[in-house]
């Protein structure tokens, strides 16, 4: 060991305890060690972690360590800390969740690590919403409720942030546009609806969720009963695109989070369908998002089921234990490992009986790629909740700021809307009345968009059928006239009072005020 490496050492110790105190990022002192030197208490897998976090800091301090003057490696020293010192960033969260990630025993450097790899996700997550604001991968309603759990201020109905705005208003155009299909599909009931064509009904859970925490009432959403639906699929489990009790265990924390009845069905059902060492077919993501469904729901459990639901429960902890890997502490790969510490987080197992300190460190920090994701999009919406000590059984406790001040006005320029007129004409049956319809629409919605809306805006007058593919939306059916491939009468689009036919379809159109757009059935042949 050299003088320049044993007085490292000593400076490392120093200035450990500095930052403990003062809060500047460990790895301007830690990564000194270079993870490698003799006589540095840090490991290759610590320092892999580490210069993830800030590579940055780690060149400037591998540049000193290669000084052999110590005279200039002190130096250079004072200098690292003042820069720390006066250009540190502000604190990564405020939130007391932090510090409680895996217990009262949670170290500090594992509450900075979680702090840092926190705010990069959610930087990054943020950074995917499209030109419309939403998510792509239909993860819009997944990623929103992702972001209220970590943060249940994130939206609030008095927000002056119009992103977060847009990005509710377009869950709310998502989840209307499947409605519109449901609604020309089922012909039994004007407002029953049973199935949605494009989304399942644990995917639905997921739109409840999201909605439920972003101020939206589920039973009367755009006079839709989201409840109803989501019971009336439950009744019918299993079915061909509801099958499995990962998607059984969002329903029922769709459900609990809602404030609805739970029905003693649904209990037996989810107790019914546990293997005797206590798994669900499927694997350990299933049994973990069936254990928060059990425990989000615990205290509605009737009194005769209470022995066996507890039993139950224990059950399944002691699978998921029992599928902790002895080394790594994982539970499988970092989307199992957060699923399954999220599950025994919210059965209220105590961190030491499986060392979360492991389990979150190796399990699931080192997993994060440089840009701030996890994998992959889907993958960081399920590990997010775990950097905030929250678990999918936390939806419960979420409560957005829904209160808009009665002696204020709403500013309506936090969300400005436009007018827009759609025009529904029909050439080949020039006895067919045209019809026109006023839309009131976000600003820099897509024609797509603005149908959606009018369909609820006119539900008595207007209705439309069209299929997605890889070229986005084909209109095939409005007000029940069909496009007729045999006869070559197909819908297409007219834009203004010139009628100017539309280059492109009507999901990369961009409405604008006052404009009027046509849909006009045309004769080809």
């Known amino acids: 060991m050299t003088p320049q490496s044993s007085w490292l050492a000593v400076w490392y110790n120093i200035g450990l305890r500095f930052l403990k105190l003062n809060r500047i990022p460990l790895l301007l002192i830690k990564s000194g060690c270079l993870a490698g030197q003799q006589g540095c208490a840090i490991d290759r897998q610590e320092y892999k972690t580490l210069r993830k976090q800030q590579p940055a800091s780690i060149q400037l301090f591998c540049l000193i360590t290669r000084m052999a003057n110590i005279t200039q490696v002190v130096w250079l020293f004072a200098i690292t800390i003042i820069i720390g010192i006066v250009a540190q960033e502000p604190p990564i969260s405020n939130n007391t969740n932090l510090h409680m990630i895996c217990g009262p025993e949670s170290s500090s450097e594992l509450v900075l690590q979680v702090g840092e790899s926190y705010q990069r996700a959610i930087s990054w997550l943020l950074s995917q919403r499209t030109r419309h604001w939403g998510w792509p991968l239909k993860s819009t309603a997944t990623a929103i409720l992702a972001m209220q759990l970590t943060n249940d201020s994130w939206y609030s109905r008095n927000s002056e942030d119009l992103t977060t705005q847009l990005s509710v208003k377009q869950l709310e155009i998502e989840l209307l546009a499947e409605l519109s299909r449901a609604k020309v599909v089922d012909k039994d009931s004007s407002r029953k609806i049973r199935n949605l064509p494009n989304i399942s009904p644990g995917m639905l859970a997921y739109y409840i969720m999201a909605l439920n925490s972003t101020c939206h009432n589920v039973t ?3 006079r839709n009963d989201l409840i109803d639906i989501l019971n009336g699929n439950m009744n019918r489990f299993p079915q061909s695109n509801f099958n499995n009790y990962f998607q059984y265990g969002l329903a029922l924390l769709a459900l609990c989070k809602s404030g609805a009845p739970i029905r003693a069905k649904y209990i037996r059902e989810i107790l019914d369908g546990q293997s005797v060492n206590g798994s669900y077919r499927y694997g350990i993501d299933v049994v973990s998002m069936a254990l928060m469904a ?7 459990v009737p009194t005769g089921y209470r022995n066996a639901y507890e039993q139950k429960m224990q059950r399944s902890i002691d699978y998921i234990l029992s599928n902790q890997d002895q080394e790594t502490y994982s539970f499988g790969n970092q989307i199992s490992t957060a699923l399954a510490v999220q599950a025994l987080t919210a059965a209220g197992v105590e961190s030491n009986d499986w060392n979360c300190h492991e389990a979150v460190r190796s399990g699931i920090l080192t997993s994060q790629e440089d840009e701030g994701h996890f994998g992959s999009q889907g993958g960081t919406i399920q590990i997010l909740p775990l950097l905030i000590n929250k678990n999918f059984a936390s939806v419960k406790h979420v409560k957005p700021n829904c209160d808009i001040p009665q002696d204020e006005e709403v500013d309506k320029s936090v969300f400005p809307e436009i007018n827009i007129l759609l025009r529904i004409e029909n050439g080949v049956d020039t006895s067919a ?6 839309v009131v629409v976000p600003e820099n919605s897509t024609l797509y968009e603005a149908m959606v809306l009018a369909t609820d805006q006119h539900d008595d007058t207007f ?20 496009n007729d491939g045999d006869r070559h009468h197909y819908w297409t689009i007219l834009i203004g009072s010139e009628r100017v036919s539309a280059s492109t379809g009507s999901d990369r159109i961009i409405t604008e005020d006052g404009e009027t757009y046509i849909w006009y059935f045309k004769s080809f042949a």
């Open 294 to 300: 059990m425990s989000c729901i615990r205290d509605k």
């Open 433 to 438: 009345e045209n019809l026109t319809l006023n």
């Open 220 to 222: 009367d959403f755009y």
């Open 463 to 482: 209705r439309f059928e069209a299929t997605l593919g890889q070229w986005g939306h084909f209109m095939s059916h409005i007000n029940g006239v069909a």
